[in-house]
């Protein structure tokens, strides 16, 4: 039977959720969003991620980023256009920062000691104590990748279009409008809610437990590897330290704070010196030891990251009218690293109340 679905979002996670539907043909897909790839706008968060793959779930959920990691690693190496290139990355912690994790309540398992992704990269390794930057106690390292959003976005909307998805504008004041937004005339079946942020003021339940998680970012022309990934800073909670050289002439991009419950959408100019200073302390060579004057900078750059205080949702939902909704939404700091399984599991559900349905 013919699924006529219509996907809210044209993030990492609507975009890809879009792809791997219209990968089956009994699909007919159209993704409607208020914002694009080439728009940089302060509800739209996918442009300004790194991004990378550090693995953060915990082993219970190790599937979104293990299945991703599988998927982007095959991309690396076969789809150069993809602008997604490996690069050697360095996690480094600090004990006060992990312990301040723990007692959160929402711990990040990047920083685990022994973590459960040593299995998934091939040649993961715990560094040596000299190895470790100046200031963290311990750290490891193994081969992962960073994305160039600007060019692997756009790649996700051409080969949506190769497979017939239909891509349009629409800002929807509820969700429900999105039964009457397919390219096809016809009423969507299955409507996939990728919308981000966005869901926190999208009509139709409301979900109050999404929060922004403000990123500010610097993103220098000077280059350097490899990446850096920080448990933390001394500049207190909020702010962190980490850089990543994007693929093809993309820039390094510096970081950065995570600030949960942070709507300002300016970069702040303290918090841009304190993240260049930081980084230029711990790689003096991406600056020619000239310091922050030796940074050449491209733009300062804010991101909310889609927070969500249980964590993802996906999961289905029957509305009152009977269209199917999937919600793929709240992916936080990890849309990228999780963004095809995730949208395996949205495919999945997508089969599971088709198939409920075709029994009724
Ligand atoms: C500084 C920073 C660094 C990051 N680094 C990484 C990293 O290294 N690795 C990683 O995996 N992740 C990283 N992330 C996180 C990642 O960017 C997000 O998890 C991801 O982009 C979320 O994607 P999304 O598609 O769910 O949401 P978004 O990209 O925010 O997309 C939401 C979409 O929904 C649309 N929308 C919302 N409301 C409506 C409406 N009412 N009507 C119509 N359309 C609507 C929007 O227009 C938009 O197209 C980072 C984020 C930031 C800010
Ligand atoms: C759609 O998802 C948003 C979050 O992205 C949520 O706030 C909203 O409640 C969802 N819509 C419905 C109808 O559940
Ligand atoms: C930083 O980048 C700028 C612009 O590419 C360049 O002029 C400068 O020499 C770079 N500095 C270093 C140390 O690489």
Avoid at 333 to 343: N, P, T
Wanted: hydrophobic residues 35%.
């Amino acid at each position: 039977m013919a699924n006529t679905i219509v996907v809210v979002g044209a993030g990492v996670s609507g975009l890809t959720s879009a792809l791997l539907l219209s990968r089956n043909k009994a699909n007919t897909v159209t993704v409607v969003s208020k914002h694009m790839p080439g728009d940089y706008d302060i509800e739209y968060a996918s442009p300004f991620a790194g991004a990378n793959i550090v693995p953060m779930a915990t082993k219970e959920n190790r599937r979104w980023e293990s299945r991703t990691w599988a998927v982007l690693k095959k991309l690396t190496e076969e789809v150069p256009e993809a602008g997604i290139h490996f690069q050697k990355c360095h996690i480094q912690r600090r004990k006060a920062d992990v312990d301040a994790y723990a007692r959160s309540g929402f711990p990040d398992h990047a920083f685990d000691a022994n973590p459960w992704y040593k299995d998934i990269f091939d040649d993961y390794r715990e560094q040596h104590p000299s190895e470790v930057t100046r200031g963290y106690d311990t750290g490891c390292e193994y081969t992962g990748v960073c994305i160039n959003t600007a060019i692997y976005l756009p790649w996700l909307v051409g080969q949506c279009l190769k497979n017939g998805v239909v891509v349009k504008r629409a800002i929807l004041s509820d969700i429900r409008e999105a039964k009457q937004l397919s390219h096809t005339g016809k009423p969507a079946t299955i409507i996939v809610n990728a919308t981000g942020l966005g869901s926190l003021k999208l009509g139709g339940v409301k979900d109050t437990t999404m929060a922004p998680a403000r990123g500010q970012v610097v993103l220098v022309r000077n280059e350097s590897t490899p990446m850096m990934i920080c448990s933390g800073t001394q500049s207190g909670s909020g702010e962190e330290m980490y850089l990543m050289q994007r693929a093809a002439g993309g820039g390094t991009i510096l970081g950065g704070t995570y600030d949960i419950g942070n709507w300002e959408s300016q970069p702040d100019p303290n918090i841009a010196n304190r993240i260049m200073q930081r980084v230029v302390e711990a790689r003096p060579e991406i600056a020619d030891g000239k310091g922050i004057a030796g940074l050449s900078v491209i733009r300062h750059a804010v991101g909310l990251r889609p927070w969500r205080k249980d964590g993802l949702r996906l999961e289905e939902e029957r509305l009152d009218d009977e269209t199917w909704i999937v919600h793929n939404y709240g992916h936080s700091g990890w849309g990228y690293q999780g963004s095809y399984g995730c949208a395996e599991g949205v495919v999945e559900l997508v089969e599971k109340v088709t198939g409920s349905k075709s029994k009724l």
